[in-house]
């Protein structure tokens, strides 16, 4: 199938003004960078991470509308590991002071239904465990199993034979489970793993995002370079950080101006980016393999109408395959949910802004090149 195939549209003589367009975009990013910054997910600010497991499947919408008012301030919820698997991700390292004396009273009641009446004593509370001292080992042994049965995460301070203390854990997980216990009904569910992502790591994983990226640039630049000419390489290069500029830039920018695209910056959204890398680049060789050939053909034309005639010629292949892409990735930031927004979005204006810098950032730059050095390229 073949669209716009006679066209002749003289892009390249255009350039100076979609100069003053990646020159606006990129100062609104960097604007909004600097002064609202970005919102980065979980997984770079750090926080807590909980698994549960349902007995049976559970509507993962339904368990959002659950958790969305638990005081846990930004709450990622999402499907793990099958229809039956929930993974709940806060920023929050432990859990709100004001929330803790309400887990524990809570303690209190399970205890008191074990065991009416029991005397005990609280010896010890951190900011995430309370300990308690009781009559004797033998009922600390099976207070310890009760509670652990009834979903707390309890366990003996000692395993000697006069131990009589035993600590519970008074986490974010318990304030959930609180918050979930029985609201679905003949479905019980269990807590699979609770983890902790502290700032130190999230830091780590920012850096490695960033070398990343970084480095599948450089991987491109000599890959390119070997395959056409140092300058197509570069002209390539610079497309995909403008792309990646402007594609960043759009998160600061539209962070709580337009409903339902507070997005953070999380490792989906790196994959995102390295998936956009990878796409836009192709669209770039494309253009630029068919530049090769045409100064093959066409030894004395101008370079700017070469380049012209080259994008021409490579219009029809990209409107296809740019449009069903992005019709694709536009499914799925409106009904992709939370869980594939970040990402859709990320592709959805990357593939837009990229097949935009092919022609008047990639492009452009070699024939800037060309004009200044006064240079013919000889394949």
Known sequence: MQLFNNIKIDWLGKRKIFYVLSVALFL???????????????????????????????????IRNLVQNTSLGNLEVKTFGG???????????????NLFPIVVANIE?????????LPRTIVDSTSSTVTYELPNHDTTTALVAKLFNAGYQAGKVSESLDNKQMVVNVGISEWIKENLRGKIADNNFIVVKEGYV??????????????????????????????FKFIFALGAVAALFHDVLITLGLYAALYGVIPGLNLE???????????LV????????????RVRENLKIHKTMPLIDVLNMSVNRT???????????????????????????????????GIIIGTYSSIFVASALVLEYAKRKDKKFQF
Request: charged share 15%; hydrophobic share 50%.
């Open 198 to 227: 502290g700032p130190k790591i999230g830091n780590e994983l920012k850096q490695d995002a960033t070398i990343a990226v970084f480095f599948s640039l450089i991987s491109i630049l000599v890959y390119l370079a070997f395959r």
């Open 278 to 289: 990878g796409y836009s680049v192709n669209d770039t060789v494309i253009v630029f393999d």
């Open 109 to 117: 009641k399970e205890i008191d239904k074990i065991y009416p009446g």
């Open 83 to 97: 229809e039956t698997g929930v993974l709940l991700r806060t920023e929050l390292q432990n859990l709100p002071s």
């Open 315 to 349: 219009m029809s292949r990209t409107l296809l395959t740019g449009g069903t892409t992005l019709l694709t990735t536009f499914v799925l930031l409106l009904f992709g949910g939370e869980v594939l927004r970040a990402f859709a979005f990320t592709l959805f204006f």
């Open 28 to 62: 609104i990013g960097v604007i909004n960078v600097i002064f609202r910054g970005f919102n980065f997910g979980i997984d770079f600010k750090g926080g807590r991470e909980i698994v549960l497991q349902y007995d049976n499947p559970i509507q993962i919408s339904e």
């Open 265 to 275: 910056i999380d490792l989906t959204v790196v994959a995102a980016f390295l998936t």
